[in-house]
Nanobody
Framework: QVQLVESGGGSVQAGGSLRLSCAVF????????MGWFRQAPGRAREQVAI???????TYPDSVKGRFTISQDKANNTLYLQMNSLKPEDTALYYC???????????????WGQGTQVTVSS
């Protein structure tokens, strides 16, 4: 049974930093992608960062240069380093993993429970 558990959210002032962690249990695909997503109240879920089993990463323009996704394969942990945070980054942040193979949004079938990030101006 695959389980993803996020931690590290909190409240920070604009310009500050936070590091999110996602502990991954029971996941054994050799070729995969994992990612961080976020959802603010009244808004659609948004992709924040994706990392592949090859360590290739992708980011949307809204966070590029400020957020960094990484993975510790030995400890089955996914990270999201967030710097230069802005009030518009305020959201519930989720980590997610696909079922191996393709990396479309619909392929992310394993989700954590979410961790809140609040950025004040």
């Amino acid at each position: 049974q695959v389980q993803l558990v996020e931690s590290g959210g909190g409240s920070v002032q604009a310009g500050g930093s936070l590091r999110l962690s996602c502990a991954v249990f029971g996941y054994s695909y050799s070729t995969y992608c994992m990612g961080w997503f976020r959802q603010a109240p009244g808004r659609a879920r948004e992709q924040v960062a994706i990392i592949f089993s090859s360590d290739t990463t992708t980011y949307p323009d809204s966070v590029k240069g400020r957020f960094t996704i990484s993975q510790d394969k030995a400890n089955n942990t996914l990270y999201l380093q967030m710097n230069s945070l802005k009030p518009e980054d305020t959201a519930l942040y989720y980590c997610a993993a696909n079922k191996g193979g393709r990396c479309r949004l619909s392929d992310f079938i394993y989700w954590g429970q979410g961790t809140q990030v609040t950025v004040s101006s």
